[in-house]
């Protein structure tokens, strides 16, 4: 093994794709996936690559400064991609101390960890922070976040990435530790948990609930197939220049109602049902507080330095999505029993 790479929040929807492609590309590095695993986490996320000799799970909670040591001491990571985070901007607006808790405190739990272990000897070290566009705001009907917008976060989730943002960039300034962020766009894809919009209107057309939509459905995001990302993080990681950011994101903006309607559209056509089946479901409901109006990535950085472009249209990775959830019923089953239940009448019915 020449390497060691401690990759946080693994067992969730976009570290999975990161871990799975690292472990099948990388054979001679050891791969520690480190997750709590909330529930957001899942290790039915990666069965297929579980028994891989150079793969270890660790479960642990990234808020344990302590436990951080002892994790980093066992097993002397050489770079660190930290994805593990509370990730679901409605959790955050119900709930925001856990955000601060896991995305700030956690950040910099794991900063220090990398510090004390590294001992400012940073040769062949790096740690990647897989952060958001939500950090930069909103736009209106023109223009595209680059790497040197301002920071504007206002959800309490974008506030806690902006912040671990910022402790990221502090760390580099401050000790010199070795870093890059990548700022993505909205991700879609495989095992995307179903209190998202796209997996939870797939849920909810193959449970025939409504499609419940956001104020006028007119807001905008970009949206990026999750192996996009992934292949993007594993450039950033391995090629990006230290200290630095790049923004990742699809080249492929859809207003709300308009992207239900063409997964609405798809899914009937692979159930062979009459068009117009699941719009029907579509809702217009209360709107989000503070609904960040629209997001779009200038990803030209990293299209000209490093040569990253998404792989896929959007017609295909949605095509793609919604095969994976077809196929994939008792997964869906299985996140949403329990506690979903719970979360959804809280978020959708009170
Ligand atoms: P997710 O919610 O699906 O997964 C988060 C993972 O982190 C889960 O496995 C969970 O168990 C783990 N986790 C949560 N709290 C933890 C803690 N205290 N200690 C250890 N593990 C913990 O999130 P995601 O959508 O896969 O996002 C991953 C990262 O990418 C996040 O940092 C998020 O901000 C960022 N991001 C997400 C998107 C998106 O569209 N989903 C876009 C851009 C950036
Ligand atoms: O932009 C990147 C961000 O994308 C990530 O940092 C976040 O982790 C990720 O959750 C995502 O945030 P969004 O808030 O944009 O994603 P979400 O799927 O929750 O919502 C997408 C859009 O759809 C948004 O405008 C809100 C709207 N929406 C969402 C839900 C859940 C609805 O209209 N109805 C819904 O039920």
């Given at each position: 093994m020449n390497k060691t790479i401690l990759i946080t929040g693994g067992a969730g929807f976009i570290g999975s794709h990161v871990v799975r492609n690292f472990v099948t590309k990388y054979p001679d590095y050891h791969i520690v996936n480190?997750?709590?695993?909330?529930?957001?986490?899942?290790?039915?996320?990666?069965?297929?690559?579980?028994?891989?000799p150079h793969y270890t799970f660790v479960k642990a909670d990234i808020t344990d400064a302590l436990d951080m040591f002892r994790v980093f001491e066992q097993y002397k990571p050489d770079g660190v991609i930290h994805l593990a985070a509370e990730s679901h901007v409605d959790r955050s607006i119900a709930d925001p101390t856990a955000f601060v808790m896991t995305n700030v405190i956690g950040t910099v739990n794991l900063l220090n960890a990398a510090r004390q272990i590294w001992k400012d000897d940073f040769i062949g070290k790096r740690f990647h922070h897989v952060s958001t566009d939500e950090v930069f705001g909103a736009l209106g009907a023109e223009g595209l976040f680059t790497e040197e917008t301002s920071y504007d976060p206002h959800s309490p989730y974008s506030a806690s990435k902006a912040s671990s943002d910022h402790f990221v960039r502090a760390y580099h300034d401050t000790y010199g530790l070795p870093i890059v962020l990548t700022n993505c766009s909205n991700n879609y894809g495989p095992n995307h948990?179903?209190?998202?919009?796209?997996?939870?209107?797939?849920?909810n057309i193959l449970n025939s609930q409504p499609l419940p939509i956001y104020g006028d459905g007119k807001y905008t995001r970009d949206w990026l197939f999750v192996i996009d990302h992934a292949t993007a993080i594993d450039l950033v990681f391995h090629e990006g220049k230290n200290g630095e950011s790049y923004n990742v994101g699809g080249f492929n903006e859809w207003q709300n109602i308009d992207l239900v309607k063409e997964l609405c559209k798809q899914v009937d056509e692979k159930l062979g049902r009459p068009a117009g089946t699941a719009e029907q479901l579509i809702t217009f409901v209360k709107d989000r507080p503070g609904h960040d109006l629209r997001y779009a990535i200038d990803a030209s950085k990293i299209n000209k330095e490093l040569g990253w472009y998404p792989s896929v249209t959007f017609e295909e990775g949605l095509s793609k999505t919604i095969d994976w959830f077809l196929n994939n019923k008792e997964w869906l089953e299985s996140v949403t029993s329990g506690d979903y239940q719970k979360y959804y009448d809280k978020q959708y019915k009170d």
């Open positions: 480190l997750d709590a695993l909330t529930y957001a986490g899942n290790l039915e996320n990666l069965r297929d690559i579980e028994e891989k948990f179903p209190e998202k919009l796209i997996p939870l209107c797939i849920h």
